[in-house]
Nanobody
């Protein structure tokens, strides 16, 4: 599966953005998917994940209550709605996928497929 993330941009503190990740291939519905981010000078970190069934969602503590992950298998697309954005959310955001997933949703090596990143910048 190939992934393409888009929807990043620049917003002020408290603003919102919705990231999208479009997937190619007919079996997107069989993939657990998620988002990671990497800020300059920092390690890549887990943001959110959703199981291949869509029934389970996982979030980093830093984004709980502000971000919502979802997917539309009919459109082969995953989304990340980001509200109440903070400057510390500034990073390049990557979408990821793993066939069925094995439960290690927060581990970057869980995912075999990575999209190119999309930049999110939150100014104070």
């Amino acid at each position: 599966v190939q992934l393409q993330a888009y929807g990043g941009g620049s917003v002020q503190t408290g603003g919102s953005l919705r990231l999208s990740c479009a997937a190619s291939g007919p079996t997107f519905s069989n993939y657990a998917t998620g988002w990671f981010r990497q800020a300059p000078g920092k390690e890549r970190e887990f943001v959110a994940a959703i199981s291949w069934t869509g029934s389970s969602r996982y979030y980093a503590d830093s984004v709980k209550g502000r971000f919502t992950i979802s997917r539309d298998n009919a459109k082969n697309t995953m989304y990340l709605q980001m509200n109440s954005l903070k400057p510390e959310d500034t990073a390049v955001y990557y979408c990821v996928a793993d066939l069925y997933g094995s439960g290690r949703y927060e581990q970057s090596d869980e995912y075999d497929y990575w999209g190119q990143g999309t930049q999110v910048t939150v100014s104070s």
